[in-house]
């Protein structure tokens, strides 16, 4: 058998390939080997040639520009593991050119090849072609002074000509004959290629600069060769050029020089015409002209149905027609040209983004009417549409890719319907639970419509051999994107039919309680609480709904659920079943994320977790949850009382706990130290019930679940949410970290373990509050806006590579935005402390801090008041810190018909007050009845449940060792902000009505980023005034409604 000597052989895997030293041709002594053997006569043809040798190219040029696109094609199809020995073809094919050219396609192929690795997850290679090309690429600048005698030979040479200050024209004229007869033709200018100039090269190593946010680079590239194509009269560079220059205004924020130098294309090809399409319509979007985009797309969209390349027209399927506004346009598509793969790539990346236009102008939209629902039909039937275009073309990747934008804004939407139609649901017209549920299947549709796709695309481009263990392909991390988002999808549907069941309940209790008169119906009738307590159940106080129904109305009611019984358990034993299903396709989607995950050699050193594996893990944890608790609900019910969804079920077990009075029991306790004063006694001595501890209640539990066979996931989703959420705040993947904390918040503790319910509580309204105030960050400062450039440059950078934090670009920029950046500062919340530390030592002694958040139809309260000065041994302090956490259930459309009372009444006194002194008697009365019903039914329970937990002996009297709360930090949510707490009786008989006595802010992170930003922190408690978001004391109106 032959054996090839190492140097002659080839990388035996094609991981290898991204490793320069791998190449055999880059060894000298082969070099050698075949310069000898040359010299000797044993070459024996003058055609006999090998990788490495200076002539092994016929044409340099022609090749260079090929392998351009064939190595795009092959990214666009996700072949980039295939792609490596592709460039290191490219990379031996600089050794055709002379210096500086050289060192240019050198510098391209590199970068490529860098580019990537880092996607197939070969870092090592990817830190080493980094390395390298970042002092090559510093390097190319210098050479341009070297190419002043040769332009200055063009510039002669084109001077005696006519015309030599114009560019080559972009279409020709030419005769064509047709039925016997010559007619003129209009085409594209042929390209002629004798030689690759350096101005060329620039031009296509910019675009890669662009893609490592290389702004600065790829600005001095495109300018130079900028300058170069005018004199060489290259009207087809330039033309390239003026894309990528549109590309970098774009992500510099400006719009209006994009829209300038676009608007001066007079000819482009396929790709430049799709990239210009979407670049222009974005541009006008961001200087909120939605119009001229519309315009754009339709003529781009004209222009390529008329370009050269298409085929006889044929028939095509009859579309829906369109009712209200649609963008798309529907009828009969019967003389519609067919195209090439490219025409439909073009057509599909145009379509694609007016389809997200479309949903962009149906997400705005401040009524759902039929004909807005009839419109969001469309848009998804224009979805399916262009994914089968996509697959008839096949580019599996791309319908794979758009399948997952589309999910994403969908997905939005569909949470801000429900949170509307939750909110009002009388304007919510044609929009019902129903609908949204349809909404959500055909997501689910749209899924299943790319598994033709992601079977294709995996057989495809997942070798079977010749690749290393530990490498993730993109082709596999986009399928485990889609399986993450299949899984988010379901569980959407599951939370809109669960929440449905609610809405209903509570709307016939609503119609129920105002039958009688509906015209005067209170403005809290469903969860009207007047004397009641903060933190109660509808069931517990209305008898389970229904109490008032005649007895032929249980009876049907009765007969019904036995009938129904059987499908109740066939839909359980279904939901179960698809949990289940999803909780192993993310599962292996995380296996999957782990190759990719660099194992850190120290302990210390944490590793270095891509940002997908966050939302990954988040996504995991809640799956776990939600089978836990399915399970443990079965187990429960024993297959009756299946009325409420397993995890609303499961949520009410651990809230309602079916514990006393707290206000009774604190009267009591009152009682008691009074007796005991009165006896010579303690009286800060009372007798404590002994509560069965969480632990046991759990093993109860846990036992009665592994006497059914099951497997208890509820710690274990505990621990990968925690784990999520860690990664998510260290990568600030803040979306990812509000969706673990919000389950562990509102399901995964509840009562049985009030402190880590009131932190998750705490963490779960800052994560809301950075992505609130990034929203408002993005609307409000200028698209130029220096801190808004480099936030976006950053953010691009995260969604586009794998491992961010390994490009110096995102270093650097990150190191900026940290250091100049107080916007930047705050959304860091994993370089806050603990949350127990902020409570210690970022607030004044005696304070009572309140978090009240609106979650569904409940409102989630946190509550803990810090230690007093006289305490001063930490472990003691710690040991004062007993939070108290509530649900409260609520009908949220209620409550927000009560604050949009207020905030309407409040804005038509202010326009009054500019026409005259005093405000309107009859609007001040009308605010202070509303203000008044919030008080009575929310407040004032709220305030009763406060003083019995941290009052002991009442509001006017207290105990030396266990001292009253001295000042109140409310912490509502954004829902709430328009409540006057401050003013309201329920508070100020607690804390008066003083300036310093209750304060807001917006979450407890904040609060301590403001203090440590002003005062040196100890660990003690704080000195200095407390200094909140919002002023002490409330507005004027509320004043004036107060007085």
């Not at 290679?125 to 063009?154: C, H, M, N, W």
Request: hydrophobic residues 40%; proline residues 5%; contains cysteine.
């Amino acid at each position: 058998p032959i054996q090839l000597i190492p140097i002659f052989g080839l990388p035996l895997r094609l991981a290898d390939w991204a490793s320069v030293e791998n190449w055999s041709w880059q060894s000298p002594l082969l070099t050698e080997v075949f310069k000898r053997a040359e010299e000797n006569g044993f070459v024996w043809s003058s055609t006999c040639t090998w990788v490495g040798h200076p002539e092994v190219f016929s044409r340099p040029a022609v090749s260079f520009f090929t392998l351009l696109r064939l190595e795009d094609d092959l990214e666009e199809h996700g072949y980039h593991i295939f792609a490596l020995p592709i460039l290191a073809l490219h990379f031996q094919l600089a050794n055709a050119f002379p210096s500086p050219v050289k060192e240019a396609v050198a510098c391209t192929a590199k970068l490529r090849l860098a580019r990537m690795a880092g996607e197939c997850r070969l870092r090592q290679a990817y830190g080493q072609l980094r390395e390298e090309t970042a002092k090559e690429l510093q390097q190319i600048p210098e050479t341009f002074d070297s190419f002043k005698e040769e332009l200055e030979q063009v510039r002669s040479k084109r001077a005696g000509r006519k015309g030599a200050e114009d560019l080559d024209p972009a279409w020709i004229n030419i005769q064509v004959e047709t039925n016997g007869q010559l007619s003129s033709r209009k085409v594209a200018a042929p390209w002629g290629l004798g030689e690759l100039y350096a101005y060329q090269v620039w031009a296509e190593l910019s675009k890669e600069c662009l893609h490592h946010a290389e702004l600065w680079m790829a600005c001095t590239l495109t300018k130079e060769a900028e300058r170069h194509a005018k004199v060489y009269g290259d009207g087809r560079t330039l033309r390239d050029l003026a894309v990528t220059k549109a590309r970098i205004a774009m992500e510099e924020g400006n719009h209006s020089e994009a829209v300038r130098i676009l608007r001066e294309l007079s000819a482009a090809d396929l790709g430049q015409c799709s990239e210009a399409a979407v670049l222009l319509a974005n541009a006008y979007e961001a200087r909120k002209q939605p119009f001229p985009a519309q315009e754009i797309f339709k003529e781009a969209l004209a222009a390529i149905n008329q370009s050269p390349g298409t085929k006889a027209a044929v028939k095509k399927p009859k579309v829906l027609g369109s009712i209200g506004g649609s963008t798309f346009k529907g009828g009969s598509e019967i003389n519609m040209p067919s195209f090439s793969s490219k025409h439909v790539l073009a057509q599909c990346c145009i379509s694609t983004r007016q389809l997200h236009s479309e949903l962009e102008r149906l997400r705005k939209s401040q009524v759902t009417s039929k004909h807005w629902v009839n419109d969001m039909n469309l848009a998804i039937e224009k979805h399916f549409q262009l994914g089968e275009e996509l697959v008839g073309a096949g580019f599996y990747r791309r319908q794979i890719a758009d399948c997952m934008n589309f999910l994403e804004v969908m997905c939005k939407m569909l949470e801000v319907r429900e949170m509307d139609l939750n909110r009002d649901p009388q304007n919510a017209a044609a929009l019902t639970y129903a609908g949204l549920e349809e909404f959500a299947c055909r997501m689910e549709q749209a899924i299943a419509a790319t598994q033709p796709s992601t079977d294709a695309l995996l057989t495809m481009t997942l070798p079977v051999e010749g690749i290393e263990q530990d490498v993730a392909l993109p082709s596999e991390i986009l399928v485990v994107r889609l399986e993450i988002w299949h899984a988010r999808v379901l569980a959407l549907r599951r939370c809109i039919q669960a929440n449905g069941k609610l809405h209903r309940r509570l709307q016939k209790e609503r119609m129920k309680r105002v039958a009688s008169d509906p015209k005067n119906a209170p403005l809290f009738a469903v969860c009207s609480n007047e004397g009641g307590v903060f933190g109660r159940s509808l069931d517990q106080d209305s008898a389970s709904f229904g109490a008032d129904d005649d007895k032929v109305q249980k009876w049907l009611q009765l007969v019904e659920e036995q009938i129904s019984e059987e499908e109740k358990m066939t839909k359980f034993a279904r939901a179960m079943a698809e949990v289940e299903d999803s909780v192993a396709k993310v599962s292996n989607a995380v296996s999957v994320l782990e190759l990719a995950v660099q194992q850190a050699d120290e302990a210390e050193v944490v590793p270095d977790y891509p940002a997908l594996w966050a939302e990954a893990k988040s996504e995991l944890g809640r799956l776990q949850l939600e089978l836990s608790t399915r399970q443990a609900t079965l187990v429960r019910s024993a297959g009756k009382n299946l009325e409420d969804d397993a995890p609303v079920a499961a949520a009410n077990v651990i809230w309602d706990l079916g514990e006393a009075d707290p206000t009774e029991k604190r009267g009591l306790e009152a009682a008691e130290r009074y007796s005991n004063k009165l006896n010579g006694q303690d009286p800060s001595q009372v007798f404590q019930a002994v509560e069965e501890p969480e632990a046991a209640m759990e093993e109860a539990e846990v036992a009665a679940e592994v006497e059914e066979g099951l497997l208890d996931f509820k710690e274990f989703a505990r621990v990968t949410l925690c784990e999520a959420a860690k990664t998510a705040l260290t990568t600030m993947n803040i979306p990812a970290a509000q969706r673990a904390f919000e389950v562990l918040a509102c399901q995964g503790y509840g009562l049985r373990s009030p402190k880590a319910t009131f932190e998750f509580l705490c963490w779960l309204q800052s994560t809301e509050v950075c992505i609130r105030e990034e929203k408002v960050f993005k609307e409000k400062l200028p698209e130029d806006h220096d801190e808004r450039v480099q936030l976006h440059l950053l953010r691009n950078l995260e969604r586009r590579w794998p491992f961010p934090t390994e490009l110096s670009t995102y270093k650097a920029l990150k190191q900026r935005l940290e250091t100049e950046s107080t916007f930047f500062q705050r959304l860091q919340l994993d370089k806050l402390p603990a949350i127990e530390d902020i409570l210690l030592s970022h607030l004044p002694a005696s304070t009572l801090v309140v978090s009240l958040q609106f979650r569904g139809s409940f409102i989630y309260m946190g509550a803990v008041c810090t230690p007093p000065e006289t305490v001063t041994d930490r472990a003691e302090r710690v040991a004062r810190l007993a939070p108290l956490v509530a649900r409260h259930t609520v009908a949220l459309s209620e409550v927000h018909a009560a604050i949009s009372r207020i905030l309407v009444t409040r804005s038509q006194i202010e326009k009054q007050l500019l026409a005259q002194p005093e405000p309107d008697p009859q609007l001040q009365a009308n605010l202070e009845q509303t203000v008044q019903e919030v008080e009575v039914h929310l407040m004032d329970p709220l305030s009763r449940r406060l003083e019995a937990s941290f009052w002991p002996c009442s509001a006017n009297a207290e105990l030396p060792a266990i001292p009253n709360p001295k000042q109140l930090v409310l912490l509502p949510d954004s829902s709430m902000a328009a409540i006057p707490f401050e003013t309201m009786p329920s508070f100020t008989r607690l804390f008066g009505s003083g300036n310093d006595c209750i304060m807001r802010d917006h979450s407890l992170h904040m609060l301590a980023q403001r203090v440590r930003a002003s005062t040196d922190v100890v660990d003690a408690p704080l000195k200095v005034p407390l200094q909140t978001a919002t002023a002490k004391s409330s507005t004027l109106l509320d004043k004036a409604a107060k007085t």
